[in-house]
């Protein structure tokens, strides 16, 4: 049956209520993963007083002069700025670099520490103090009450595959996380002349946590009925259904489906991690950011991936004698390097200098 609009929409992308008992959100989880591969979390717990004052030091560190961004730029630990058009998500359908700008912030590791000369582990790059007095302890805030919110939503996955609740806890206390605050121009997207705000892709980690302004934007690519469907791998794939950011229904390609903000509601969708640790079971949707409205846009993702060491090996309940495991084993932190050399090609910034140190964490030479 053809999409009808938002009810479609809003049913492919449920609204999960936090407070409802585990097990049963975990029921919605469930059907949320295995077809759209994105939800919503409402009640969830984090005031909103912090989430608008996150985005307000956000509006007050891209609206710093170039130069103090420049003086941050993103480091080998993917820690920093990234520049706008910096980054093309979709090389074979963008003319140019993203419409957006960015920051990286992860775990807080000590530059003389152990943990260090692992790749991606280093210490933030913080906006000076005497610019943005505020900044750090109220990003930091942020930073806690989503590892919170993060660790909660791992028991509700590990519930929606028959795992016991406290799964994946373990492999989460020292995490991999990238919380990245966007800042989007108002340049109007023009897909067909390969003009994105985010270039489609598909994020490469467990499990992402975004936070939105009221400026819609982002899209996802399902089929007519809502479920996550594959990457079109030419442009000539999406337009077939309708055009590029069309809203028309193809016959049994995808579509391009606005995911609107909900105020007071945090965006969950999943990564390629989560797709390879469940066998393709759990969807790691593709999606874009696109400028219809010529206004600025701002959002705030937090992507919570395992530690580093992390085995990632298909689990028993997602594979049987009809449906061996299409994915050998890896390790979280392998897993997010390969992803991102296999996107950056050719770049010679964070991933290779980030690969040159595990060459020496592994005892291969110098960093
Ligand atoms: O800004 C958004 O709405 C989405 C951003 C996104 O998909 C990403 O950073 O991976
Ligand atoms: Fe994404």
Redesign the pocket.
């Known amino acids: 049956m053809a999409a009808t609009g938002e009810h479609s929409a809003k049913k492919a992308v449920p609204v999960i209520d936090m407070g409802l008992p585990e097990e049963q959100a975990a029921a919605q989880v469930r059907a949320a993963c295995t077809s759209s591969g994105f939800f919503y979390v409402s009640n969830h717990g984090v005031p909103q007083s912090l989430v608008d004052e996150t985005f307000q030091q956000q509006r007050q560190l891209f609206g710093l002069p170039l130069e103090h961004k420049m003086a941050l730029l993103q480091n080998e630990n993917n820690r920093g700025y990234t520049p706008f058009r910096e980054e093309t998500?979709d090389p074979a359908h963008q003319s140019h670099g993203d419409t957006?700008e960015?920051f990286y912030f992860g775990r807080e590791v000590p530059a003389d520490s152990e943990e260090a000369k692992k790749p991606l582990h280093g210490p933030n790059q913080w906006p000076d103090p005497k610019l943005l007095p505020q900044y750090r302890q109220v990003t930091w805030q942020y930073y806690e009450a989503l590892y919170g919110l993060g660790l909660r939503l791992l028991r509700l996955l590990a519930l929606s595959l028959g795992l016991p609740a406290e799964f994946f806890a373990p492999m989460f206390d020292k995490p991999l996380v990238a919380l990245?605050p966007?800042h989007?121009s108002g340049e109007v997207s023009d897909p067909g002349a390969g003009v994105f705000?985010?270039g489609a892709?598909t994020?490469y980690g467990m499990l992402?946590i975004?936070a939105?302004d009221d400026v819609p934007?982002?899209q996802i690519w399902v089929t007519p009925d809502g479920t996550s469907c594959a990457v079109p791998s030419k442009a000539t794939d999406a337009d077939a259904s309708g055009g590029p950011g069309g809203a028309g229904a193809g016959a049994g390609a995808g579509l391009w489906w606005d995911?609107e903000p909900i105020p007071g509601s945090f965006?969950i969708?999943l990564g390629d991690m989560l797709e390879r640790w469940t066998n393709g079971r759990y969807r790691s949707t593709l999606?874009?950011?696109i400028n219809t409205t010529g206004r600025e846009?701002y959002?705030i993702?937090f992507?919570f991936e395992p530690n580093f060491d992390t085995e990632v090996r298909v689990l028993p309940m997602c594979c049987g004698p009809d449906d061996p495991p299409r994915y050998p084993p890896t390790t979280a932190g392998q897993h997010l390097l390969d992803k991102y050399a296999a996107t950056h090609a050719g770049y010679t910034g964070p991933v290779q200098r980030g690969q040159a140190k595990q060459a020496a964490a592994d005892g291969g030479g110098e960093a």
Do not use: C, P, Q
Request: hydrophobic share 40%; charged share 20%.
């Open positions: 998500l957006k960015g990245r966007l989007y705000g985010a892709h994020d992402t975004l939105t934007g982002l995911v965006i969708n999606h874009r950011v846009r959002s993702a992507f």
